[in-house]
């Protein structure tokens, strides 16, 4: 069945999915910041994978797009405990994860979370700790008081909001300081345009990272969304070969 439908979390909260049965490890798509499943990334890899014949799980996280909740409640561990429990309900055998800018800090978290079940991870613009290196001392100043800050969306007319309790939680979830314990299979794509997440970001990723089977891919003309047709075409060569490794072991 891949028409939307609904989750419901301890607390009563339905998060909206979109999941196509399938072979192989099932590939959970993991939007950026205030994105949603009906992207173009996204729903190119669930045509696609529907197309193949594989299992793929798309999701709205808490407060955005057709899931319940305030987007202010926001936080990387509350989006990660959503993700787990729809792979976990949804779900069986091994996963490929696949995340887009923050969407790229929640795979590293989710990937860690699954352990044994993660087979391969693929990072598009990246994204984590930006936390950390994305705001002045200024902004986590207020941030760290309590206040929300807005920041300009170059997608659209409203600001960006930037809630405290995401920054904090943010905060607690760095990643790029240290070591990252996952030794599955990696692809990373950044694109040298990037105006929002630095290049050199999925840089020090893939140095963090534990796994040796690492490969970083850049774009010379590519943007931060990545989402031009050549860009998808791109991600959509990039699953499909990691899979053909991963079914070739």
């Given at each position: 069945m891949s028409q939307t439908q609904f989750h419901a979390m301890p607390d009563g909260r339905k998060i909206a999915y979109r999941f196509s049965e399938g072979?192989?490890?099932?590939?959970?798509?993991?939007?950026?910041?205030?994105?949603?499943?009906?992207?173009?990334?996204?729903?190119a890899l669930f045509d696609w994978s529907e197309g193949q014949g594989r299992a793929c799980l798309l999701l709205d996280y808490s407060g955005c797009g057709a899931s319940e909740g305030d987007f202010a409640d926001g936080t990387l561990?509350?989006?990660?405990?959503?993700?787990?429990?729809?792979?976990?309900?949804?779900?069986k055998g091994e996963i490929?994860?696949?995340?887009?800018?923050?969407?790229?800090?929640?795979?590293?978290?989710?990937?860690?979370?699954?352990?044994d079940?993660?087979?391969g991870i693929v990072g598009i613009a990246s994204a984590p700790d930006f936390t950390d290196w994305g705001r002045t001392a200024e902004d986590k100043a207020r941030l760290s008081e309590g206040e929300t800050v807005l920041d300009e969306n170059p997608?659209?007319?409203e600001p960006t909001p930037m809630h405290s309790g995401f920054w904090i939680d943010g905060q607690d979830q760095r990643l790029l300081a240290g070591e990252i314990a996952i030794d599955a299979p990696v692809r990373l794509l950044h694109g040298k345009k990037d105006a929002d997440?630095?290049?050199e970001i999925s840089e020090k990723l893939a140095a963090a990272l534990r796994s040796d089977a690492v490969q970083l891919t850049y774009i010379k003309d590519g943007d931060h969304r990545l989402s031009r047709p050549q860009d998808i075409a791109l991600l959509l060569r990039t699953?499909?070969?990691?899979?053909?490794d991963l079914d070739s072991q």
């Open positions: 072979s192989g490890p099932t590939l959970v798509f993991l939007p950026g910041y205030m994105s949603d499943m009906e992207g173009g990334k996204a729903t561990s509350r989006w990660r405990d959503e993700v787990i429990a729809l792979i976990e309900a949804r779900t490929v994860v696949i995340g887009s800018s923050m969407g790229g800090w929640l795979m590293l978290l989710v990937g860690l979370a699954l352990g079940r993660l087979a997608y659209g007319p997440v630095p290049w699953v499909g070969g990691l899979l053909e």
